[in-house]
């Protein structure tokens, strides 16, 4: 048995009226008294006093607290009458949730020395042992209670004033100590403690062993299937990223083909439409490869082509930025099971191996620029004509049948020469297209993303794994511990009528009863007066969502929730995750039912 409580709330003076001592471990107003772990024995049980909680950093004192609690049958919890504190609230959640049996004593705070008036004294402890005034203290707590999603009724407070009972122990106050001692009203504490030993005491010791056990391997299980859920529900969302760049990139691929094409074929007209007027003037010039190439540089060929392609490269890196910024932004990973406790978003997606790629606007350059050199065969043609012109001159007497072949021959070599350019331009356009924005930089971010995804949905099938094997082990467990309850109870046998058994200790045994079969009342009421732990029943069939509401809303309104909008997801046709979009508006006795829920169905349970 251990003594629990906040600094000052008297657990010094119970273990001195306990071992009948003489007062040298109370605390005279300095706090934080006890400091470490003190065992005593009282009429053969071994009783523990902790470090008290709630104190001015007082962190490792409450851990000593909490460690020494957990290897404890059964729980002392001190309060005081100076009104219940939330820190007082929050360290009794945590034992609860450790499984253990509570005890709760509050201790009346009413001063007395010697020279007080025995008679004052005793009204002042009558009047705050007034009943309605105790009842409105628990009441407190029982409130604290329901944030936790706990009914804290079932816990048995007792009331004590320990200075009084400590005092009758002393010389000074022998001729008062028997009126002193009825005052405190110790002994109902002392027989309440020690009723409640010889009744449950042997299971206790049984329920504290296997609670040890159970409470790590329900959070271990808890934080499994939380994390599987969550990884699938990233998978999902990395599922979608992936979906949209690969229409995007489709979507690009096709917008830049037909925008190269609208380029080339503004280029071609624009330059068609010179051929002409250039031939006119230029059949007989020996500078026309100069003049057409003033040409090509006044429509600006090569910096139109260049500014598409920066273009289509600055979108292409706009659209991986925002991928890779939807990414972080809706990736949040949970702490995971271990250490780290988390999937951290940059061990499996580098920001920098997303859309930090390489320029290609240079080369791309480098390859339009190639398409034009001076020394391209317009000039030769140019002086070829020329040439041709001047030598008719002398040799042919139809001067302007000459010239007007001439023109038609410039002219043919210059269309055939503009369609040739816009050919190669194409091809430059295309590859960069294709080797540079769609091989370099779009493909591998949907590779890399493929990638994480696999990971996550493997990471959240191993978790899934992992936290079914842990399930059976635990059913296993609380049906040994339930079976060894009904026989301790005299109901042995009874435990032929349940399938499974999901279980909170310290808050809640829910048991799963073959279709038909029903369990008594007045074997749930005792077995729920043992364990301190409420009972609840879910009634087996083939049908997971039914299974799912019965463990959820038993018993409870509704139409209070949406029940229609919760859906089960079926994964290589097997029932694997529960979607509840209300998930987050649930209240805390609820969410507990959800928990022990995802035991009996093995469900991940998620929005």
């Not at 001439?406 to 356009?429: F, P, T, W």
């Not at 809640?508 to 009863?513: D, G, I, R, T």
């Not at 069939?541 to 039914?546: C, E, V």
Request: proline letters at 2%; aromatic letters at 10%.
């Amino acid at each position: 048995m251990t003594l629990f409580g906040r600094t000052m709330a008297g657990k010094s003076t119970l273990m001195e009226i306990l071992i009948h001592g003489n007062g040298d471990s109370i605390g005279k107003g300095e706090q934080r008294t006890t400091r470490d772990v003190r065992t005593y024995n009282y009429k053969n049980l071994q009783i523990t006093d902790v470090p008290g909680i709630a104190a001015f950093e007082g962190e490792d004192d409450e851990n000593i607290a909490f460690d020494a609690a957990k290897k404890s049958d059964l729980i002392l919890f001190l309060i005081t009458d100076d009104a219940p504190q939330a820190c007082e609230a929050e360290c009794l959640n945590r034992i609860l949730e450790l499984g253990k049996p509570v005890i709760c004593l509050i201790n009346i705070k009413a001063d007395i020395n010697t020279a007080s008036s025995l008679k004052m004294f005793k009204r002042d402890v009558q009047k705050k042992f007034d009943n309605e005034r105790l009842e409105t203290i628990k009441k407190q707590f029982f409130d604290f209670g329901n944030q936790y999603g706990q009914d804290w009724r079932n816990i048995r407070f007792a009331y004590v004033h320990l200075k009084s009972a400590f005092i009758s122990q002393q010389r000074e106050f022998k001729e008062s100590s028997f009126e002193l001692y009825n005052l405190s009203r110790f002994g109902y504490i002392e027989n309440l403690i020690i009723s409640e030993v010889c009744k449950n005491g042997s299971f206790y010791k049984l329920k504290a062993f296997t609670d040890i056990v159970v409470v790590p391997v329900v959070d271990a299980l808890e934080t499994l299937f939380s994390q599987s859920a969550k990884n699938s529900e990233q998978g999902s969302v990395l599922v979608g990223k992936k979906r949209k760049l690969k229409k995007w990139t489709n979507d690009f691929e096709i917008d830049s083909k037909s925008r190269i094409e609208t380029l080339l074929t503004s280029i071609s007209g624009e330059l068609k439409r010179e051929i002409a007027s250039f031939a006119e003037e230029n059949y007989d010039n020996s500078n026309a490869s100069a003049e057409w190439n003033r040409i090509l540089k006044s429509r600006r060929v090569e910096e139109r082509a260049s500014d598409l392609l920066k273009q289509l490269s600055k979108e292409c890196e706009t659209e991986l930025r925002e991928i890779s910024r939807e990414i972080n932004a809706e990736i949040n990973f949970s702490h995971s099971v271990f250490s780290d406790r988390s999937i951290n978003m940059h061990m499996l997606v580098d920001g920098k191996r997303i859309w930090n790629w390489t320029t290609t606007l240079l080369s791309g350059g480098l390859m339009i620029a190639s398409l034009f050199n001076v020394w391209n065969p317009i000039g030769w043609i140019g002086l070829g004509i020329g040439f041709v012109g001047w030598l008719g001159s002398f040799l042919f007497s139809d001067r302007e049948k000459k010239v007007h072949n001439a023109r038609q021959k410039l002219e043919k070599k210059l269309s055939d020469h503009i369609d040739k350019m816009v050919v190669g331009l194409r091809k430059k356009l295309l590859d960069v297209l294709y080797d540079e924005l769609l091989k370099k930089q779009l493909y591998p971010m949907s590779r890399n993303i493929d990638d994480v995804i696999n990971s996550v949905f493997t990471l959240s099938k191993t978790q899934r794994e992992f936290a079914i094997a842990l399930n059976n082990k635990l059913k296993e467990i609380n049906t040994a511990v339930i079976k060894e309850a009904l026989a301790y109870l005299g109901y042995e046998g009874l435990e032929w009528h349940i399938t499974s058994i999901a279980r909170i200790p310290g808050y809640a045994v829910m048991l799963v009863l073959e279709y038909g079969k029903v369990f008594p009342n007045d074997a749930a009421k005792a077995l729920s007066d043992l364990l301190k732990e409420k009972v609840w029943y879910v009634i087996k069939n083939d049908n997971i969502k039914s299974m799912l509401l019965q463990s959820i809303w038993r018993k409870v309104d509704r139409n209070s929730v949406d029940i229609q909008s919760i859906s089960i997801q079926y994964i290589d046709d097997v029932p694997r995750i529960a979607h509840i979009p209300f998930l987050d508006a649930v209240d805390a006795n609820t969410q507990n039912r959800i928990r022990m829920a995802q035991q009996i169905t093995e469900l991940l349970i998620m929005k």
